[in-house]
């Protein structure tokens, strides 16, 4: 189960696509308001959270984006200026979060009250219904360019489990959103088995 923690004000960034706790996401920052967003998270050594807008026909309703109230807090991690001059962050995801309240700085910046979800991941790495995810992670951790992620695995975290293979395979924005809006590790390990199903695991 989710265990609200703190509530903390964090910018968010809208994005079509996300990411899951424990999973890492290149992103290219170009708009002053992302620009000046990455360099105040930097400067106080906070993340901000980053949340999957919503496929509607309205993109706004009374001037703020259409989101998915569930979203990641995300840290970044690396920082680098691209070829093409934009500025180059990577960050990585930390927590899944509920977004309460939510407006805009003057810069158009979006800020919401963030409330940090605490998730407990029990081990399932023994049940039987869950083996093939189990292998499926630790072959696929093996392979020489995911070993360069340095992602950090937890065997016995069923939760950290069905993240990082989420990240892993070719999900889509929509996918990541159902597993993160997922209440317990079973949901998500379930749900999970339903799209290696579909993709022809």
């Known amino acids: 189960m989710d265990k609200e923690k703190e509530i903390n004000t964090y910018p968010v960034f809208p994005l079509s696509i996300n990411v899951l706790p424990g999973a890492y996401l290149p992103l ?4 002053p308001r992302y620009l000046d967003m990455v360099k105040n998270s930097l400067a106080r ?3 901000f959270c980053i949340a999957l807008t919503k496929n509607d026909e309205k993109a706004y ?3 703020l984006p259409n ?3 569930v979203g990641t807090y995300v840290e970044i991690v690396d920082f680098n200026q691209l070829q093409n001059g934009l500025l180059g962050i990577t960050v990585k995801g930390l927590n899944k979060v509920k977004i309460l ?3 805009k700085q003057d ?3 979006l800020l919401a009250k963030i409330s940090k979800l605490k998730e407990f991941g029990e081990d ?3 049940d039987p219904s ?6 499926m992670l630790i072959e696929i951790s093996n392979h020489p360019e995911v070993k360069k992620l340095n992602l950090e695995i937890d065997l016995k975290n069923a939760i950290n489990v069905s993240y990082i293979l989420g990240s892993l395979l070719p999900l889509t924005p929509a996918e990541k959103q159902t597993m993160l809006e997922l209440e317990n590790s079973t949901e998500k390990l379930d749900y999970l088995n339903s799209v290696i199903k579909k993709l022809g695991g």
């Open 130 to 135: 869950y083996k093939e995810i189990w292998s």
């Open 124 to 126: 399932l790495s023994e």
């Open 107 to 109: 810069d158009e910046l």
């Open 61 to 63: 309703t009374e001037g």
């Open 28 to 31: 290219q920052i170009f708009e």
């Open 45 to 47: 050594e906070e993340g």
């Open 67 to 69: 989101l998915h109230e």
């Open 101 to 103: 309240d939510r407006w």
